[in-house]
């Protein structure tokens, strides 16, 4: 190799470290396979080689959990390589990485510099819609989330186990933060919900996990609620804004989930390069489990805790049909006062979020007494509000 080919390797080889040690949540499997060689391998390209095994194994995970038989036998792995993987191994089966600021700690000292919210900031590649919408469903049938996780890892639409697993865990973490299976999610899929009623809250809890669709959705999509659309380029610049590092590859798969999530999900329609959007009535069932996950405890709110949280900012949810689905939630006994006099417009929460679910399927064969749809009906409950 000659002198500037040797040069450019080390510079990219910085460049790398650099990146990891700055966002390592958006550096990709085969950059951080490649970070991973070039401690072992010094003075050659080794991103071929990153290639070369993730097709093989599948992942990294595969990779390094892989016998150091079959890991000195493959081309271009030498001994003590595949000895690195191993001990990387070991060192994940110990948890000791948690604790270490080593290249396996994705946020240590080294990034102190910068603010607590780029700091959360990761890329969001793998949104899991159309897996999700269709083994959601499913997760009333077990009785713990072991059991669920085992469920997915068996019939999720990939070859490779370990991708599987790893999409598993997608799923899983995002809806299913708590750990908790006997959750308020649960129960609602209890109750088969339509496929129209579940893509609202699929797109909620990918919003709650993912920092920068939340701010897509809030600094992006929402105040371009006057035009009614933005471009790929926009949301290119937008992501490049909190992701400044991003890879080409991550890049694009992050446009990829943001487009999916906004069209799939059906709070936005795609065409081309452009997401067009606008504010638009929903139906009840999401609106009844969003609210109250927003407003998952007993007690009093104001109509501006409402308009400015997610069931109108990402959800794109019409301010007066929310405000007409406070009265529906007053008729269910799931809100036991609305006040709108004069300035002063809150509401009397009086149900925890799964009382409140329990509540409304309980008398599910008689919701359509409940749901009120146009404004006119309203009128009456209004003034009887006002005289109170």
Request: aromatic fraction near 12%; glycine fraction near 4%; avoid cysteine.
């Amino acid at each position: 190799m000659n002198s500037d080919s040797a040069k450019d390797h080390e510079g990219h080889r910085e460049r790398l470290r650099k990146r990891f040690l700055t966002f390592a949540d958006q550096v990709s499997e085969i950059e951080l396979l490649e970070l991973i060689l070039t401690y072992s391998i010094p003075r050659r390209d080794v991103a071929p080689l990153a290639g070369n095994l993730l097709q093989h194994f599948g992942s990294i995970d595969a990779i390094i959990s892989a016998p150091i038989e079959k890991l000195s036998s493959f081309p271009g792995i030498g001994e003590s390589t595949a000895t690195l993987f191993r001990i990387i191994d070991a060192i994940k089966m110990k948890k000791s990485f948690i604790q270490q600021p080593t290249l396996f700690n994705s946020h240590e000292a080294s990034v102190q510099e910068l603010e607590p919210e780029s700091r959360n900031m990761r890329v969001f590649a793998n949104d899991e819609i159309a897996n999700s919408l269709l083994l959601l469903p499913k997760a009333p049938s077990f009785t713990n989330l072991e059991d669920y996780k085992n469920y997915l890892i068996s019939n999720l639409p990939y070859n490779s186990e370990e991708t599987r697993r790893r999409r598993a865990n997608y799923i899983v973490d995002r809806f299913y933060s708590t750990g908790k299976f006997k959750s308020p999610l649960t129960l609602f899929l209890s109750h088969e919900p339509q496929d129209n009623a579940l893509k609202p809250i699929v797109f909620y809890h990918i919003l709650k996990s993912e920092p920068i669709a939340i701010k897509v959705a809030e600094e992006l999509v929402y105040p371009l609620l006057p035009i009614g659309r933005t471009n790929r380029d926009q949301v290119k610049d937008f992501v490049l804004k909190y992701l400044p590092e991003a890879s080409d590859s991550s890049l694009k798969n992050m446009l990829r989930a943001i487009f999916y999530s906004y069209n799939l999900l059906g709070i936005g329609n795609v065409a081309g390069e452009t997401i067009r959007f606008q504010l638009r009535p929903g139906e009840f069932e999401p609106f009844l489990y969003v609210f109250t996950s927003e407003f998952s405890e007993p007690g009093i709110y104001t109509f501006d805790q409402l308009y400015q949280g997610p069931l109108h900012r990402w959800l794109l949810w019409d301010r007066e049909w929310l405000r007409r689905q406070l009265y529906n939630l007053r008729d269910l006994g799931i809100i036991s006062k609305i006040s709108e006099i004069d300035n002063v417009k809150q509401f009397t929460v009086s149900l925890d979020q799964t009382a409140a679910l329990q509540e409304y399927f309980s008398k599910s064969k008689d919701k359509a007494l409940f749901l009120r749809e146009k404004p006119e009906d309203f009128s009456d409950t209004q003034q009887e509000s006002a005289e109170s």
